[in-house]
Each structure stands twice: as C-alpha cells, then as structure tokens.
C-alpha cells in the first residue's frame, strides 16, 4: 500500500492521559500536514512539516499539542493531558512539494476519542 | 483571510441525473483548487487539482472548472450513480504551499 498510512485507526484515552498518533506519509513524500475534524465541523489545518521542520504551526492549540517529523520515521502528533474536547477524527496528508502545485494525499484518519 | 465556501450543504439526486457542486472562496490570488470526496469513516480522496492557470480538469464523469476572477469553482457529475454518494469538499492552500482551507463541504446522496 503506497498510500498515506495512519495509526491507530481508533484511540481511546480517559481524560489526563497523553495520545500519540502516527503518520507515514506517502513513499518519496517529504511534507507532512495534520488536520482535524471536530464532529459537525469542517477539516481545520494544525500543522505542516517537513523531515526535522516545521513550517507552519498556526493551526496548533498554544498548550499540549506538538508535532514532530524526524528524519527517520513516522510524523507524530502529540497530545498531552488530553481533554474531552480532544475527540476528534485526526487526519495526516503528504505531498510531493509545497501544495501550490502538488496535491495532498490523505490518510484514512484516527479518531480518538476520550473518556 | 480566505474563506472558503460551499452550497449546497446537502444534495439529494434520483441515479443517472447530472449534477453540479459549487464552491466559491473570498481571495481570488490562489494556486490552485482541490476537490476530495470523503466517504463516511474515511479519509479524503483527491479528485481533481486544478492550477491557478486552467480553467477546467476532467476525470472519467467528473469535470471541475475554475474562475478565477468570481472566485468560484463547479464540480460537474455526470450520469450519477448510487456509488457516488459522500461528501465532497473543496479546498484552496491561502499560498504557495502548505495548509488547505477547506469548505465545509456538500453531503451528496444518489438514490437507486
């Protein structure tokens, strides 16, 4: 599968606990962008990487939420003492180059959800 | 600040109809336009990327247009089927690069 690959596909988390969740981007794809959707919301932008940088992080809650991309492995998106308003579908796309003339390529999500 | 709309928020079409998706956005200097049709519990698919440059992009029964200057784009779809039922959602990256603005999308049924 050359697609984009997230995990968990469902996370369950009870309120305090961290979650992690993780993105492989397509093969040869070198940027990375996090999105969620919250229930009854449209796709909201969080963050944009590429390996060991992060370009744009304006979408990003100020406190508890980090990405990273490192050079080797799988992009994660962290939360930190999640709350109830975590849950969410989160959504992790790559590209080729920048998205001015290349398309992203979504994966099939994580929805997390907390207790 | 771009924002990005889409109309109508739900559309219900008998199999075989042709049918038109709309999307509109506020800041016309865009690079390009993507529409994605994401199925219930899924990701997003990309269908068609149209360049600031073209006016339209087809695929099989799907054709996009775009126009610039009214800041609207049309998702075109011939001959519906009953598989062709999801939610489509249009999106513009604000620059160059990075992020997408997503419209809220239009939640498309086609009945046998």
């Known amino acids: 599968n050359a697609g984009v690959m997230q995990n968990p596909r469902h996370l369950v988390r009870r309120r305090g606990q961290e979650a992690r969740l993780r993105c492989s981007p397509m093969k040869g794809h070198s940027h990375v962008y996090w999105y969620r959707q919250l229930p009854e919301e449209g796709l909201k932008f969080m963050v944009y990487?590429?390996?060991?940088?992060?370009?744009?992080e304006s979408g990003m809650p100020k406190e508890r939420f980090s990405a990273e991309f490192p050079k080797e492995g799988p992009s994660i998106l962290r939360i930190q003492q999640v709350v109830r308003g975590d849950s969410a579908a989160y959504f992790c796309?790559?590209?080729?180059?920048?998205?001015?003339?290349?398309?992203?390529?979504f994966g099939d999500g994580t929805r997390l959800s907390i207790l | 600040k771009q924002e990005v709309t889409q109309i109508p928020a739900a559309l219900s079409v008998p199999e075989g109809e042709n049918l038109v998706l709309n999307c509109s956005f506020t800041?016309?200097?865009?690079?390009?336009l993507q529409w994605f049709r994401q199925d219930p519990g899924k990701g997003l698919t990309s269908l068609l990327l149209?360049?600031?440059?073209?006016r339209e992009q087809t695929s099989g029964r799907l054709n996009a247009s775009l126009d610039k200057s009214s800041g609207r784009s049309t998702l075109y779809i011939a001959a519906s089927q009953p598989g062709d039922s999801a939610t489509y959602l249009c999106?513009?990256?604000?620059?160059?690069?990075?992020?997408?603005?997503f419209g809220q999308g239009t939640e498309l049924s086609v009945k046998p």
């Open positions: 990487l590429q390996k060991e940088n992060i370009i744009d």
């Open positions: 149209i360049q600031s440059s073209q």
């Open positions: 800041d016309s200097a865009i690079y390009n």
């Open positions: 796309a790559s590209s080729l180059g920048q998205s001015g003339n290349q398309p992203q390529h």
């Open positions: 999106a513009v990256p604000p620059g160059q690069g990075g992020k997408l603005i």
